[in-house]
């Protein structure tokens, strides 16, 4: 069976993994970047906890022992579903089988400023750029006398109170507390202030009532200005402006409030659904599609548990890959007396940092929530069992001790020649 996986993401690198070696399959694993992204940890990147190669692995290098998964770096341009193959910038592939796992990336709800001036926090190069483009303002911050124009590049708002949004919040919180003080001491970082607007009347609000109460508390001990039901009408560069008419001069805005899925060209507009998400059945292909699946954040399926869509985090696809390698597998075995498995999602839970000492656990079997350092301790444990790669476990963990003892981060660097200061937007 010739499988085309397009995405290195959780779900496509567990589907490569999983199939990786099993007779029988000829895989080629596509994807735009050479390496694989462990996105959670994005936020630490960006505020210079974590180094960027701490969170990426090659994605060529996970299969050095793979005689049968090869890798190529493309951008999938069209999916010819008719002729079963896919055009890509480097040429065409033919596939017996394909499986969609492109993930999402900022949706920005059609709003053209925010597309100019706003940070997403996508990929590991929007978090470089998000972590020069902090960095600079303070250096710009450092050499300004007008009071206005400094209340402007002390401001920060991050839109989205999601996992995002909240881990981001604290962890400017704690540089601010910590690190940039140090740094500049000719700022007053009295004056800095950390916004975190959030439409709904709830941070976190796909977590439990307690964990949304704590998160809330926390970030507020910490000093950012939470405002829930905020709901952002435009941002020039300048200053946001809400729909109440209230405005907040800022310079920096992270835009962490909505995701879309990464769509190909040649799918079928009627498959769409909310969220630009692939609908797909149970067993994870794409509604009316005998050999194209879908999983992930770009993939929608409704089951009984979960009538509106799954959560598009990194459980749920993986889950789904390998709920389809054990389907691929029966079908090139031709089992045809065995039935093919359908997907069910096993929550195991959520959870969500703040800052130093402070995360929020749920646990749904049993009902559980976990709150202050013992969940702290859970987060980093997980989040450091999941990353790719023993050297990089090594690397994550001994920062983690570094920053912890030291109350220091030793990664504030901005990689841009003179004059490109103000280059850290989209390239």
């Not at 199939?19 to 029988?24: C, I, R, T, Y």
């Not at 462990?38 to 022992?65: C, E, M, W």
């Not at 920096?252 to 009627?270: Q, Y």
């Not at 089951?303 to 509106?308: F, K, Q, S, V």
Request: with cysteine; aromatic share 10%.
């Amino acid at each position: 069976m010739r499988l085309i996986i397009i995405g290195g993401g959780f779900g496509g690198l567990r589907l490569a993994r999983n199939l990786s070696n099993k007779p029988g399959f000829d895989i080629t694993l596509i994807d735009r970047f050479n390496f694989h992204q462990f996105q959670p940890l994005f936020y630490q990147v960006a505020t210079a906890g974590l180094d960027a190669s701490n969170i990426s692995f090659p994605l060529r290098k996970v299969f050095h022992k793979s005689k049968n998964v090869r890798f190529k770096i493309a951008v999938v341009q069209k999916i010819l579903s008719e002729q079963k193959k896919i055009i890509t910038n480097i040429g065409e592939f033919e596939y017996d089988a394909l499986v969609i796992a492109t993930g999402a990336d900022t949706n920005f709800f059609g709003n053209q400023n925010l597309v100019d001036h706003a940070l997403p926090m996508k990929s590991t190069v929007e978090a470089l750029q998000l972590r020069y483009k902090l960095l600079q303002n303070f250096e710009k911050a450092a050499g300004t006398k007008d009071e206005q124009q400094l209340q402007q590049l002390m401001n920060i708002v991050i839109v989205g109170g999601g996992p995002t949004g909240v881990e981001l919040s604290g962890a400017i919180a704690d540089m601010k507390k910590y690190v940039l003080p140090k740094d500049y001491p000719e700022l007053d970082f009295g004056k800095m202030k950390i916004y975190l607007l959030e439409g709904s009347p709830k941070t976190l609000a796909a977590m439990s009532e307690k964990s949304s109460a704590d998160s809330r508390k926390y970030l507020e001990h910490l000093g950012v200005t939470v405002l829930t039901g905020a709901l952002l009408k435009d941002y020039d560069g300048e200053k946001i402006s809400l729909q109440n008419g209230e405005t907040i001069p800022a310079k920096v805005v992270i835009w962490a409030a909505g995701i879309k899925g990464n769509v190909p060209e040649g799918i079928n507009k009627e498959l769409i659904a909310r969220g630009n998400r692939i609908k797909i059945d149970r067993h994870c292909r794409v509604v009316g599609m005998e050999d194209i699946y879908a999983i992930g954040d770009v993939a929608y399926m409704e089951e009984p548990a979960w009538p509106n869509g799954h959560p598009q985090v990194a459980p749920v696809a993986m889950q789904m890959a390998d709920t389809i390698a054990k389907n691929l597998r029966s079908i090139e075995m031709k089992s045809s007396n065995k039935a093919l498995e359908e997907f069910v999602y096993n929550d195991k839970g959520s959870m969500a940092t703040v800052g130093r000492n402070l995360a929020v656990v749920d646990m749904p079997k049993p009902k559980l929530h976990f709150r202050g350092f013992f969940a702290w301790m859970i987060w980093m444990g997980l989040h450091l069992m999941l990353i790719l790669g023993v050297k990089n476990r090594f690397f994550v963990f001994c920062n983690w001790l570094y920053n912890y003892f030291t109350y220091d981060q030793n990664l504030r660097l901005i990689f841009a020649r003179p004059g490109e200061e103000d280059n850290t937007k989209k390239q």
